[in-house]
Nanobody
Framework: VQLQASGGGLVQAGGSLRLSCAAS????????MGWYRQAPGMQRDLVAT???????NYADSVKGRFTISRDNAKNTVSLQMNSLKPEDTAVYYC????????????WGQGTLVTVSS
């Protein structure tokens, strides 16, 4: 499974970006998909996840500003980011998890988001 993330870029504080993650196969079987981010010198942290049934979970720092969605027909998961702050600057990675006796975890290559003040 390959995950291709796109949509990163440079934006001013208060602006918006939309990240997309395209999977090389149907995402219907992924129990959870999500976005994580890693700032320079920091660990990779959860941003948002969405289950196959549509339940979402967000980091406190992005609640009310970011929205995660998945489109099973297009095999994509997206992250709409509004009211961006300089502290949102990071490399964003998409993630897909298939649970079961032998769980599989897949990562995309990352896309850089830079928010200027």
């Amino acid at each position: 499974v390959q995950l291709q993330a796109s949509g990163g870029g440079l934006v001013q504080a208060g602006g918006s970006l939309r990240l997309s993650c395209a999977a090389s196969e149907s995402i219907f079987s992924f129990n959870v998909m999500g976005w994580y981010r890693q700032a320079p010198g920091m660990q990779r942290d959860l941003v948002a996840t969405i289950t196959s049934s549509g339940n979402t979970n967000y980091a406190d720092s992005v609640k009310g500003r970011f929205t995660i969605s998945r489109d099973n027909a297009k095999n994509t998961v997206s992250l709409q980011m509004n009211s961006l702050k300089p502290e949102d600057t990071a490399v964003y990675y998409c993630n897909a998890v298939r649970l079961g006796p032998h769980p599989n975890i897949y990562w995309g290559q990352g896309t850089l988001v830079t928010v200027s003040s």
